[in-house]
C-alpha cells in the first residue's frame, strides 16, 4: 500500500495532465509510465558503471559519452521548462527506440514511443514529482503503479481495460500457481493477471521469519523459497499478447515495477491467422496456466480467424473463440480460470453447444463460479461467471458456486461493504467434495457431467441452483379490516378535535 503522501503527489499530478490538456485516462498512465522508464534507464546505467568499477569488466551501455544529456539524472536539471521538453522530445524519446538491454524487450516496447505532454511546466512537474518516487523499492513501485492503474476505472473510458483486483486473486489462488509453471493471457490489457500471479507467488514462498513489516504494519514479501526458479520466473514463465500497443507498454511497466525485469508482452491479436506462424511455441501446447477476462468484442470475420479454431467452434463470436484458443494454447495438463459472459453457459447456437461439449466430454470442466451482475460496473452490467477447467482428462462432477456479493456494492460507486461470498467460495473450492456438497439448496453445490448432458450442456447456475420459497404468513383479513377501522376512527377523532380549536 502506498502512504496518502505519495498518493497525494501522484493525484496531484493526475490532474495536472488533465488541466495540461492530456484528459485520456490511458495516455496519462503512458506518458508517466515512459517518464519512469527513462528514470529506471539511469538508476540501471548507474547499477552498472558501478559494477564495472568493481569488476574492471566492460558492459553494454546505454548512454553512450556522447549523449549522456539524454540521462535522466542530467535533463532533470535542464533549465528553463522550454529547453527541457526540447531535449526530451527531440532527443531522449527517439533514443528509446534505438536502445537495446540485454536480456530485455525494451525496443519492441517502446519502437512507437511519443511525447504528448506539450506544456513544459507539466513535463517539469511530472519530472520533479517521478523523481521523488521509489522506483528502487520493489513493492512500493509496484503498489505505486497499480494505484495509477486504479485510476482507469474511476476515469471513465477505459475502465473495461482492468479487471477487479479481488476477482483476479480469487482466480490465481484458484489455479494455485507453482513457481515451476508457465503462465500466460491471451489478452493481457494492463496484465493485472500476470502481476496478480507474480504477487501471489511472492506470499507463497515467503518463509515466515523472511517477512519484512514496516514501520506502518505492511508487510512485505521476499520470496526467498523462490531462489532456486528464478532464472525461469524472469525469462520463460510470463507471457502475455495484446493487440493494443498502449497496453503492451503499460503492462511491460506495471510487470517492470513488480520485480520482472524482462517481460514477455507482445504485440499479437491471438485469435487472428498469423498468431501460431509468428509465436508457434506459445500458440500450441504450451502454458501450465492460462488466467484472462477476454474482450467480448461481438463478432470477427472468418477470414481473421485461424483455422484450428474454426474447426472446433464455428463461429464469429470472440468470447466462444477465446475459450478455445485458451484450450489449444494450453500443454495436456494445463489449467485455466477465465471469465466469460453468461451466455457462453446457456447460449443456444451450434457454436455455443459446441463449446461446451468440448469442456465437458474431451477435456475437465471443474467450475462454475457466477459473479453477480455488478462486478464490472460502471462500464458493463453484464452477468459473468469464471470457468475453471483443465486441458484433457474427463469430466464427473462440476463445482457451482453462486458469488451474490464481492465485498462491494453492486451499482455504479462500487463502494467497499461487509458482504463478501469470495473467501467462502476459495475456502469451499479447496475443501471440495462431490459426496458432501451436493444440497443444491445452498450456495454451493456438485452437478455431475451426466445431468448436464441430460440438460443440452446448460452450465448455468440457475438450471441446476434449488431455491427455496418460505411461506408467507399473514393475518386473518377479519383481524385487519379491524385494525384498519381503528385507524380510521383515531384519525375522525384528530379531526373533530382539530376542527375545534378552529372555532
Not at 73 to 82: G, L, N, Q
Not at 181 to 187: E, L, V
Not at 278 to 296: E, G, K, S, T, W
Request: charged share 30%; glycine share 6%; hydrophobic share 40%.
Amino acid at each position: 500500500m502506498i502512504n496518502g503522501e505519495l498518493r497525494s503527489q501522484v493525484d496531484k499530478l493526475w490532474t495536472e495532465f488533465w488541466t495540461g490538456g492530456i484528459a485520456n485516462p490511458l495516455m496519462v498512465i503512458e506518458q508517466i509510465s515512459f517518464l519512469m522508464f527513462a528514470r529506471l534507464l539511469d538508476i540501471r546505467e548507474t547499477k552498472e558503471e558501478n559494477k564495472a568499477r568493481r569488476t574492471k569488466k566492460p558492459f553494454r551501455r546505454i548512454f553512450s559519452d556522447s549523449n549522456q544529456e539524454l540521462r535522466w539524472s542530467s535533463f532533470k536539471r535542464v533549465t528553463p521548462a522550454e529547453e527541457m521538453l526540447k531535449l526530451v522530445r527531440d532527443k531522449v524519446f527517439p533514443h528509446f527506440k534505438t536502445i537495446v538491454m540485454d536480456g530485455t524487450r525494451f525496443g519492441e516496447y517502446m519502437k512507437d514511443a511519443q511525447l504528448m505532454i506539450q506544456k513544459p511546466s507539466l513535463l517539469v512537474s511530472a519530472v520533479n514529482m517521478i523523481d521523488k518516487l521509489p522506483l528502487t523499492e520493489g513493492d512500493i513501485k509496484g503498489d505505486l503503479y497499480e494505484y495509477l492503474l486504479s485510476k482507469l476505472t474511476t476515469a471513465g473510458i477505459n475502465g473495461q481495460f482492468r479487471t477487479p483486483r479481488h476477482i483476479i486473486r480469487k482466480m490465481v489462488e484458484i489455479v494455485d500457481l507453482k513457481p515451476e509453471d508457465t503462465i500466460g493471457d491471451p489478452a493481457c490489457g494492463t496484465a493485472g493477471f500476470l502481476v496478480s500471479a507474480m504477487e501471489y507467488l511472492m506470499e507463497t514462498y515467503t518463509s515466515p521469519e523472511a517477512v519484512i513489516t514496516d514501520k506502518e504494519g505492511n508487510k512485505h514479501y521476499t520470496g526467498d523459497k523462490l531462489v532456486p526458479y528464478m532464472d525461469h520466473i524472469q525469462n520463460r514463465m510470463f507471457k502475455g499478447f495484446d493487440f493494443d500497443s498502449t497496453m503492451l507498454r503499460i503492462a511491460s511497466m506495471n510487470l517492470l515495477l513488480h520485480g520482472l525485469d524482462a517481460p514477455e508482452i507482445h504485440y499479437q491479436d491471438t485469435l487472428s491467422n498469423n498468431f501460431p506462424e509468428r509465436f508457434p511455441q506459445f500458440a500450441n501446447d504450451h502454458f501450465d496456466v492460462i488466467l484472462a477476462n477476454p474482450p467480448f468484442k461481438g463478432s470477427l470475420d472468418y477470414e481473421d480467424v485461424h483455422a484450428s479454431l474454426l474447426s472446433k467452434v464455428k463461429t464469429k463470436k470472440t468470447e466462444l473463440l477465446f475459450v478455445t484458443l485458451i484450450l489449444r494454447m494450453l500443454k495436456m495438463g494445463g489449467r485455466s480460470a477465465t471469465i466469460v459472459p453468461d451466455g457462453v453457459l446457456f447460449g443456444s447456437s451450434k457454436a455455443h453447444l459446441a463449446l461446451r461439449k468440448m469442456l465437458v466430454d474431451e477435456n475437465q470442466l471443474e467450475a462454475v463460479i457466477s459473479l453477480p451482475s455488478g462486478v464490472f460496473k460502471p462500464y458493463a452490467g453484464v452477468s459473468t461467471g469464471i470457468i475453471v477447467f483443465t486441458k484433457g482428462g474427463r469430466t464427473d462432477h462440476i463445482f457451482y458456486y453462486d458469488v451474490q456479493a464481492d465485498g462491494f456494492s453492486l451499482d455504479d460507486k462500487r463502494n467497499p461493504i461487509e458482504e463478501n461470498d469470495l473467501p467462502d467460495m476459495l475456502k469451499r473450492w479447496k475443501k471440495r467434495n462431490p459426496k458432501k456438497d451436493a444440497d443444491r439448496t445452498k450456495k454451493y453445490f456438485f452437478v455431475t457431467a451426466e445431468q448436464i448432458r441430460e440438460n443440452k450442456y446448460d452450465l448455468s447456475i440457475n438450471r441446476y441452483k434449488e431455491t427455496v420459497y418460505e411461506e408467507e404468513k399473514y393475518d386473518p383479513p377479519k383481524d385487519i379490516l379491524d385494525r384498519m377501522v381503528a385507524l380510521e376512527k383515531e384519525i375522525l377523532a384528530d379531526m373533530e378535535e382539530q376542527r375545534g380549536m378552529l372555532g
